[in-house]
Structure formats: structure tokens, C-alpha cells
């Protein structure tokens, strides 16, 4: 009998494995097909999924924790696309679509391989809202259309000041299409209008909402959208994990204050490749507890530049590790690579490297600031987060105001910095230049060094200082 039984085992196991390739694979293939079809698919609306009717009661309060994944739908379902005006949008830019758009997450949530579609050639006005899950795997969110933030800073909740769309508790998601998330934040930006609204409404926080924001998520891709005019940071992850980004498109005023192009903050394993970004911000900004980072093929420019950090702040503990940023083009930013932490601070920051990097008219292209400060004064205080293992390699072009400037903590110095194939010089639109600061760095250089003063910025090792930056990385491990 054990003979029997055994053949027909392995047979139910082989068609088991097949039924899921075939499963995995029809979804994927429907999901190109559907991203191909993207830019002219809002011909066809009335054909679209008119089930909008059955959806769940968008107003229900979101669980307090991640709840079970939804009851499955037999595959295949009748249809897997989810278009907004099958469950009501009007999408003219002025009705509240929120709604709508809340139904057709719900319904597709429920459906394997579904797609929710913010069609072509229409504008839909969007209040803040939460799209969270666990949702069925291989969900797309479809964005060909316009979806567009209240413009008044007024209209705003009070609870609503952090972000303006909300993605929570999201496994394997895409966000993509040929279409525009425009923030309207050109209101938040002054600031005459946002004191106004504070001195209104008591209890408002003092802050901004972020356009995007992904929170405890995990296999993300973010691909070919245009995001603009957040009122702050245009795309944020926070504690997620697996993310990548690619051929977006970033914009906001160079005057616009702190819309950081895309913000890190706990999130492991990231690339972000292939996209423009213009802010008035960082282009890139990364925060404590990110890790195996990989940005490159970045445009930069206007903004702040790449930075890591602020880093520990109020002697909070900030760890970083395995980062490589290379590839990058800027063009008329306030800085080019940077590494920026609080006095007083404790943790690491390890293993980076900047290489490839070109700029033309960055104010300064290459900087450690472990004296950061976004006040007229601070408190000086010893403490400060390690810094250990920095490369940058091909660092070459123009600066306006000082081509490089690494300002070391006096207690805990940086170690192990390599400055290889530096490049910079002063560029002819600009006067009045600063030299070369170094303090407190210690390293090694490698030829060809423009200006000849970078050979002499990194000190050799002599252990003063060492087992203090150790005992900071200890923390982090």
C-alpha cells in the first residue's frame, strides 16, 4: 500500500507546483499587458468593472492592527481592472473623489492580480485617506490620470497634517502609469498661510503632509509616475522593507521649503534608479535605520542634494549601514554627497560609498557636518554618532562656494574616509571661494586630487579617538 501511495503523492505535489506557476505567471503577464494598454485605456470606460455598488462602507475606521487577508474571490474573477468611475468619481478636478477611490481599493483588495485604475485624462480630487491592506497578492494601483490634493491649506483635517495618501500593511504592491500626483502645495509653502490656519485651529502640529507615504510595507515598486508640489516630502517609506523605484519623475520649486524628493526612514533594502528629481529639499534623503541602500542614475537638481541625515538628534541613537549611492548627475544644488549628524548623538554610520557623482555648480559637492543645526545656535555637546568606512570615488566638476568640507566631531572622529579621483574646480560663474576644510578625519587619498589641498585633509590613524567611534558601532550591530 506504502508503494501506492507514493506516485500519487508526487503527483498531486507536480500539479500542485503547476497550478501556482501558472497562477503567478497569468498574473504578472496581465499586469505588463494592462501597463502597455495604460495610456489608452480611458476610451473604454464604460466597459470597466460596474460593481462599485457592493463595495464595503468607505467611512468604516481603518483596525487598529493588520487583520487576516480577505476572504478569497474564485479565480479568475469577471474582471481585475477597478476603474474609479465604475464606483462613482466624476473626476472633474472639483467633487470629492475619495470615496470612489476608497470602494474600488476595497473591492480590488479582495481580488488576486486586481488593478485599480485612475484613468486617463480626468482629475480627481482627493481627500487625505489610508489605502491599506494585507490585501491578495499582485495588487497595481494604475495611475494614468491626474489626482490632485486639496488645494486650501484650511480644508485640511486636523488629523491629517502627516501625509496625504496613506498605503499601510501592503505586501507585494505596485504603484506605476504614465499619470500625475500633484500635492497643490504651493499654500503650504507660505508661510503667512499656514500661520494663519495655526492661529485659528489650536492643537494643529507643526507640520506638513507628505504626498506618498508608505508605512510598514514590504516588495514595493514605485515606477514611471510624475509626483509634484507636495506640500513636504514628496514620497516617504517608513518601516518597510524590499522597495524600489524607478523612472519617476520628481518636481517642486527650489524655493519650496523641505519637500524632500524621497525620504527613508527604518526601511532595508532599497533601490532607486533611473528618476529625475527636483525639490527645494534633499533629492534623497535617508534616515536612521536604513540599510543595504542602492541609489544611482539619479538627476538632482534644484535641491538640497543626497544626504544621510540628520542623524542623531535630541543624543537619539541613529544607525546606518551599507549604503552606495553612484551615478549621479547634479546640477545647481545647495550640496552634492552629504553626511549630516546632531551634536550629541550616539550610534554609526558604516560602510558608504559615492562614486561617479557629477556636479556643475554645487555649492559644496562633498561634506561631513557632525555640527548639523537648523537653528541660529545649538548646544555643543561631545557625543557624536560614528562615522567609519566613506568612499568617494569620481567626484568630479564644479562648485560655487567650496569644494569640499568635512567637519569631523572633536570627540569621535571619522575613520577609514577614502577621497580617490577628486576632481573639483572652482566654476567661472561664481567668485569668492572657500578652501578646503577638513578636522578631524582620518584616511587615505588617492590621485588625481583637484585642488592639490585635498591630499593633505585626511590624517593618518594613530588610535586617539578610535575605541570610542567602536564602542558607537557596537550599538548598532
Known amino acids: 500500500m506504502k508503494r501506492d501511495k507514493i506516485p500519487l503523492l508526487v503527483f498531486l505535489l507536480v500539479y500542485l507546483v503547476l497550478i501556482f506557476t501558472t497562477f503567478s505567471t497569468t498574473c504578472v503577464d496581465a499586469r505588463k499587458h494592462h501597463s502597455k494598454k495604460s495610456r489608452s485605456h480611458s476610451k473604454h470606460h464604460k466597459h470597466r468593472n460596474d460593481n462599485g455598488n457592493n463595495a464595503r462602507d468607505s467611512e468604516n475606521p481603518p483596525a487598529p492592527a493588520p487583520t487576516p487577508l ?14 474609479v468611475l465604475s464606483f462613482g468619481a466624476k473626476g472633474d478636478g472639483v ?28 482629475k480627481f480630487l482627493i481627500e487625505p485617506i489610508t489605502l491599506q491592506g494585507p490585501c491578495m497578492p499582485h495588487l497595481v494601483l494604475q495611475i ?41 502645495g504651493s499654500n503650504w509653502w507660505s508661510l503667512s498661510q499656514v ?3 495655526q492661529k485659528r485651529s489650536k492643537n494643529i502640529p507643526n507640520m506638513k503632509p507628505t504626498a506618498l507615504r508608505f508605512y510598514a510595507s514590504y516588495d514595493v515598486t514605485v515606477r514611471n509616475i510624475r509626483i509634484i508640489n507636495s506640500p513636504q516630502c514628496h514620497l516617504k517609506f517608513d ?33 532607486i534608479q533611473h528618476s529625475n528629481i527636483g525639490c527645494g529639499d534633499d533629492c534623497v534623503s535617508i534616515q536612521t535605520g536604513c540599510s543595504n541602500v542602492h541609489v544611482h542614475h539619479i538627476n538632482c537638481g534644484p ?77 555643543n555637546q561631545t557625543g557624536a554618532v560614528a562615522i567609519s568606512g566613506v568612499t568617494y570615488n569620481q567626484i568630479i566638476g564644479t562648485y560655487s562656494v567650496q569644494p ?43 590621485a588625481p586630487l583637484v585642488p592639490s589641498s585635498i591630499d593633505y585633509c585626511l590624517r593618518r590613524r594613530n588610535g586617539s579617538g578610535m575605541e570610542t567611534a567602536k564602542s558607537h558601532e557596537n550599538i548598532c550591530q
Open 144 to 184: 494614468d490620470g491626474t489626482i490632485l490634493a486639496p488645494p486650501e491649506v484650511g480644508s485640511w483635517p486636523k488629523s491629517s497634517w502627516f501625509q496625504w495618501i496613506n498605503f499601510k500593511w501592503l505586501h507585494n504592491f505596485t504603484i506605476q502609469g504614465t499619470g500625475t500626483v500633484d500635492g497643490q
Open 239 to 271: 518601516n518597510s522593507g524590499k522597495v524600489n523605484v524607478t523612472n519617476i519623475t520628481i518636481s517642486s520649486p527650489e524655493s519650496s521649503p523641505n519637500t524632500d524628493g524621497i525620504h527613508l526612514q527604518n526601511t532595508q533594502d532599497v533601490e
Open 70 to 83: 480577505p476572504p478569497y474571490v474564485p479565480y479568475p474573477p469577471k474582471s481585475r481592472i477597478f476603474d
Open 303 to 379: 535641491g538640497h542634494g543626497i544626504s544621510l541625515g540628520g542623524l542623531g538628534k535630541e543624543k537619539s541613537v541613529a544607525c546606518v549601514s551599507n549604503l552606495v549611492v553612484d551615478n549621479i548627475s547634479m546640477q545647481n544644488t545647495l550640496y552634492g554627497v552629504r553626511i549630516k549628524t546632531w551634536q550629541g548623538g550616539i550610534g554609526s554610520v558604516k560602510n558608504v560609498s559615492f562614486s561617479n557623482i557629477q556636479v556643475s555648480d554645487v555649492k559644496v559637492p562633498i561634506m561631513i557636518d557632525q555640527y548639523y543645526c537648523d537653528k541660529h545656535k545649538c548646544k
Open 404 to 446: 569640499i568640507h568635512l567637519a569631523c566631531s572633536n570627540n569621535v572622529p571619522c575613520t577609514d574616509v577614502d577621497l580617490i579621483d577628486i576632481q573639483l574646480n572652482p566654476s567661472p560663474k561664481y567668485g569668492s571661494f572657500q578652501q578646503a576644510l577638513c578636522w578631524n578625519s582620518y584616511g587615505k587619498s588617492q
Open 95 to 122: 467633487s470629492d473623489d475619495s470615496k470612489a477611490l476608497i470602494a474600488a481599493w476595497e473591492a480590488a483588495c479582495r481580488v488576486p492580480c486586481a488593478t485599480v485604475e485612475i484613468p486617463s485624462e480626468f
Open 195 to 197: 500661520h494663519y490656519i
